[in-house]
């Protein structure tokens, strides 16, 4: 069965570094994005993109953060400069569209600001 | 403004019994109402989803009730088992695909 893929499962980063996430969504999915969720908390949207566009951005989506799908398989999450704050699980899901409305999950990146 | 209200946030239930978590949405251009579980340190799993053209959809042990008049809609678990155990959330889509409203989330611990 297809699924969406996140690398890595753990990343560990300082603060004001730079890191990137990296998702392969399921390949006919036409619609993906980031997610956030800190630990035991609710799911935070931060950005949905659809044809090389950002569709929606959240109020967490700031400058500090952008998406790209630099190939036709490749969703990548960048921070440009980490805050302790940014320490979260990130989730990467698709949806195929059209008719097709289900939203699929990554297993997640879980990422440490020290 | 909070646009998928979702209660109780925990809910302790014994195993053979109902579960019931309940949701409340603003807009009325939603119309897809998934239901995720998400169990510790996995990412958020579609469990059973409905459009608001059908009251209610069943599937084995999980159903979802819709009232669309009252902009609400309900997970039930029937015969909940311990391996039930986990975080659920609602959510509330509309047409275009550009956001997934969630609810706050409910943790269910289904004790045996």
């Known amino acids: 069965e297809p699924e969406v893929t996140q690398t890595p499962s753990h990343q560990v980063t300082q603060m004001g570094q730079e890191v990137i996430l990296r998702c392969v969504p399921i390949?006919?999915?036409?619609?993906f994005y980031w997610y956030r969720q800190i630990l035991g908390q609710k799911v935070e949207f931060l950005v949905s993109?659809?044809?090389?566009?950002?569709?929606?951005k959240s109020e967490i989506f700031d400058d500090q953060f952008s998406v790209e799908r630099p190939d036709g398989s490749n969703f990548t999450l960048k921070i440009r400069s980490t805050k302790l704050e940014d320490s979260a699980m990130y989730f990467c899901?698709?949806?195929?569209?059209?008719?097709?409305?289900?939203?699929?999950f990554g297993p997640g990146t879980r990422l440490t600001v020290t | 403004q909070q646009q998928v209200k979702q209660s109780p946030q925990s809910l302790i239930v014994q195993k053979g019994g109902i579960s019931i978590i309940n949701c409340a949405y603003e807009?009325?251009?939603?119309?897809?109402f998934p239901w995720y579980q998400q169990f510790p340190g996995k990412g958020p799993a579609l469990l059973i989803a409905?459009?608001?053209?059908?009251s209610e959809k069943k599937e084995g042990r999980f159903t979802i009730s819709f009232n669309k008049s009252a902009k609400q809609f309900s997970l039930h678990i029937m015969d909940s088992q311990p391996g039930d155990s986990a975080t659920y959330f609602c959510?509330?889509?509309?047409?275009?695909?550009?956001?997934?409203?969630f609810g706050s989330g409910t943790k269910l611990n289904v004790k045996p």
């Open positions: 993109f659809y044809n090389n566009e950002i569709s929606e």
């Open positions: 807009n009325t251009a939603f119309d897809y």
């Open positions: 899901a698709s949806v195929r569209g059209s008719t097709s409305y289900e939203q699929y």
């Open positions: 390949s006919n999915h036409l619609y």
């Open positions: 959510a509330a889509m509309s047409y275009n695909f550009n956001k997934f409203y």
């Open positions: 409905i459009r608001p053209d059908v």
